[in-house]
């Protein structure tokens, strides 16, 4: 199996206690909390979903098997939920995890060695790569088939016009 199928996926964030009996807030990623229904556990198993539910927010309101009461909910403050990449849906033709851009080796049309892929940002026109060089100058692509014509699970191809500091 591919490594990168393995690597933990994050999924929400644990934003802190919500009352007194060991229910936490989440801040949601992704398919937000359709997404996180499919999962019953988290964190390699470490978390275990008894009750979820939409707090009205864009977030979510969690009770897990393991935590019991506020304090245990507050020592998870920050934690993030994972799951596995291998456990994720597959997607459409032309459409991504950002697990699996992140960390892409990118080269340009040109075949120049670019840099890796280190962060994916969305400003509200659409994902937008952020690209290290090895001198750790950086870049920024949008991720449209004009900027990026090409990607699979080694690397992201740029076009080069596109490649500039």
Same mark, same amino acid.
């Given at each position: ?7 933990? =996926?994050? !999924?929400? /964030?644990? @934003?802190?206690?919500? +009352?007194?009996?060991?229910? =936490? ?8 909390? $359709? +997404?996180? &229904?499919? *999962?019953?556990?988290?964190?390699? +198993? ?8 939409? %707090? ?12 019991? %009461?506020?304090?245990? /909910? ?6 993030? !939920? ?6 994720? #849906?597959?997607? #459409?033709?032309?459409? *991504? *995890? ?6 892409? /080796? ?21 994902? $937008? ?5 090895? %001198?750790? &100058?950086?870049?920024? =692509? ?5 900027? =990026? #014509?090409?990607?699979? %699970? ?5 076009? @080069?016009? *596109? /490649? $500039?500091?």
């Amino acid at each position: 199996m591919n490594l990168k199928q393995d690597r933990p =996926v994050t !999924l929400a /964030a644990i @934003a802190g206690a919500h +009352g007194v009996t060991g229910e =936490v807030r989440l801040k949601l990623f992704g398919d937000g909390l $359709v +997404g996180l &229904k499919r *999962y019953a556990s988290f964190n390699d +198993g470490k978390l275990t979903i008894e009750k979820l539910k939409d %707090d009205g927010k864009g977030g979510a309101i969690a009770r897990f098997a393991e935590i019991t %009461d506020r304090n245990g /909910a507050e020592a998870l403050r920050s934690t993030t !939920l994972t799951v596995p990449r291998s456990s994720l #849906p597959d997607l #459409p033709e032309g459409e *991504y *995890y950002h697990a699996d851009i992140i960390g892409l /080796a990118a080269i340009s049309t040109a075949g120049e060695a670019l840099g890796t892929c280190i962060a994916i940002e969305n400003f509200g026109a659409g994902d $937008v790569i952020e690209i290290e060089r090895p %001198d750790k &100058k950086r870049f920024m =692509v949008p991720m449209r088939a004009e900027a =990026v #014509p090409e990607w699979n %699970d080694e690397r992201l191809v740029i076009e @080069a016009a *596109y /490649a $500039v500091d």
